[in-house]
């Protein structure tokens, strides 16, 4: 499985950035997709996930209400439109892949997500 996060860049606060995580050498009945960040010298947390079927999404509650996850199964890609940018966004944004529904406990960080991207750096400036 390869997973190929792009769209990260620098924005100003309250800006939009929209973020892609393409999947590709796989073949599941069934799976989620997860963005989680990680800033440096902060633990990696979970933003948001969506299934496969795009029938279950969730949200942290630092995501809620600015950020939007759909998913094109055509492409094998979802996607994370991040709205209201504020400079505590700042982080580096991995998406993950693994055989699950996606529920809030799959994005507790201690949950073992098997396929990890190379993640994409989001800046925002204030």
């Known amino acids: 499985v390869q997973l190929q996060a792009s769209g990260g860049g620098l924005v100003q606060a309250g800006g939009s950035l929209r973020l892609s995580c393409a999947a590709s050498?796989?073949?599941?009945?069934?799976?989620?997709i997860a963005w989680f960040r990680q800033a440096p010298g902060k633990e990696r947390e979970g933003v948001s996930c969506?299934?496969?079927?795009?029938?279950?999404?969730y949200y942290a509650d630092s995501a809620k209400g600015r950020f939007t996850i759909s998913i094109n199964n055509a492409k094998n890609t979802v996607y994370l439109q991040m709205n209201s940018l504020k400079p505590e966004d700042t982080a580096n944004y991995l998406c993950?892949?693994?055989?699950?529904?996606?529920?809030?406990?799959?994005?507790?960080?201690?949950?073992?997500?098997?396929?990890w991207g190379q993640g994409t750096q989001v800046t925002v400036s204030s």
């Open positions: 050498g796989f073949s599941l009945d069934y799976y989620a």
């Open positions: 969506i299934s496969s079927s795009g029938g279950s999404t």
């Open positions: 993950a892949l693994e055989r699950t529904r996606c529920t809030r406990g799959v994005v507790a960080n201690n949950y073992p997500w098997d396929y």
